[in-house]
């Protein structure tokens, strides 16, 4: 069956798994082991918790002595299963609320915006702090209650465009500044609608974006009065991980040793002239 999963419980407790491509066979049989070796530690696909109170009710299943499916049979990623007719698991694809209820992804996009717009002001609240593209977008859908199954990548750039361009007509600094990338904590090319809202030239070179995000992250500080911000107003700052590369990039240069008033010649490790003193 297309994109579906099915498990049969018997009365034993255990259940059968017809894989239809979505890859949970792996999944399901971790769990079988963790119902058979209840005190062992599963480390299940999937990022998979097996809680206690999940297992009293898969267990609890048989009782009636019929057929029906595990409530938890499903990855831990916040995606909740959908039944249709007995002993069937479905996993939601697209945009839904926790209660079950599917949306389109533009109503799901109008209603994260104003989760990060609000977050995205907490994180203006602490000097040159900033936060990452998925830690936006796993607690836009906390706060929202709203989840999805598409990629982070192809949502979150119109999410926070929304956001950049509330912040532009409220005459705001550019909050979506203060996303970085986690792997390289670069803003990325996502940046050009921040320009483009402003009415500004695209910066091409990759170094001088980053150092105008610096600044755009500095007008959020000083606009949201952010905690630690020095009296002077501080100072446009890369992101940590960005910063540690540039540095890491830096070629040292030696500093060049002390010579001899007298002689010229380059003193010792002693600090005196072999010949003068």
């Not at 696909?45 to 057929?67: E, F, I, M, N, Y």
């Not at 936060?131 to 598409?150: C, F, H, L, N, P």
């Given at each position: 069956?297309?994109?579906?999963?099915?498990?049969?419980?018997?009365?034993?407790?255990?259940?059968?798994?017809?894989?239809?491509?979505?890859?949970?066979?792996?999944?399901?049989?971790?769990?079988?082991?963790?119902?058979?070796?209840?005190?062992?530690?599963?480390?299940?696909?999937?990022?998979?918790?097996?809680?206690?109170?999940?297992?009293?009710?898969?267990?609890?299943?048989?009782?009636?002595?019929?057929?029906?499916?595990?409530?938890?049979?499903?990855?831990?990623?916040?995606?909740?299963?959908?039944?249709?007719?007995?002993?069937?698991?479905?996993?939601?694809?697209?945009?839904w609320r926790d209660s079950g209820d599917a949306m389109?992804?533009?109503?799901?996009?109008?209603i994260w915006a104003p989760h990060a717009y609000d977050?995205?002001?907490?994180?203006?609240?602490?000097?040159?702090?900033?936060?990452?593209?998925?830690?936006?977008?796993?607690?836009?859908?906390?706060?929202?209650?709203?989840?999805?199954?598409?990629?982070?990548?192809?949502?979150?750039?119109?999410?926070?465009g929304r956001v950049v361009r509330h912040a532009h007509?409220?005459?705001?600094?550019?909050?979506?500044?203060?996303?970085?990338?986690?792997?390289?904590?670069?803003?990325?090319?996502?940046?050009?609608?921040?320009?483009?809202?402003?009415?500004?030239?695209?910066?091409?070179?990759?170094?001088?974006?980053?150092?105008?995000?610096?600044?755009?992250?500095?007008?959020?500080?000083?606009?949201?009065?952010?905690?630690?911000?020095?009296?002077?107003?501080?100072?446009?700052?890369?992101?940590?991980?960005?910063?540690?590369?540039?540095?890491?990039?830096?070629?040292?240069?030696?500093?060049?040793?002390?010579?001899?008033?007298?002689?010229?010649?380059?003193?010792?490790?002693?600090?005196?002239?072999?010949?003068?003193?």
């Open positions: 069956m297309a994109h579906a999963e099915k498990a049969l419980l018997n009365d034993r407790g255990a259940f059968l798994a017809g894989e239809d491509g979505l890859g949970l066979g792996p999944f399901l049989r971790a769990r079988q082991a963790k119902l058979e070796h209840p005190h062992r530690e599963l480390r299940a696909p999937h990022d998979a918790a097996v809680r206690s109170t999940d297992l009293d009710r898969l267990r609890g299943t048989a009782a009636d002595g019929g057929l029906r499916v595990a409530p938890w049979l499903y990855p831990a990623s916040g995606r909740q299963p959908c039944t249709r007719g007995k002993g069937e698991t479905i996993v939601p694809r697209g945009y389109s992804a533009e109503d799901a996009w109008n977050l995205l002001v907490e994180v203006a609240g602490r000097y040159h702090a900033v936060i990452t593209y998925g830690e936006v977008g796993k607690e836009v859908q906390d706060r929202s209650e709203v989840r999805t199954s598409a990629l982070l990548h192809n949502w979150i750039g119109a999410v926070l007509r409220q005459g705001h600094p550019p909050l979506t500044a203060l996303v970085v990338h986690k792997d390289d904590g670069k803003v990325g090319v996502g940046y050009a609608e921040v320009l483009q809202v402003a009415g500004q030239p695209p910066v091409e070179d990759e170094m001088e974006r980053e150092r105008h995000a610096a600044s755009a992250r500095l007008d959020c500080y000083r606009y949201f009065q952010a905690s630690g911000l020095p009296v002077d107003g501080g100072k446009p700052a890369l992101a940590p991980r960005l910063e540690q590369a540039v540095r890491r990039q830096r070629p040292i240069v030696p500093q060049p040793r002390p010579t001899c008033r007298r002689c010229g010649i380059q003193l010792p490790v002693s600090g005196a002239c072999d010949y003068c003193d």
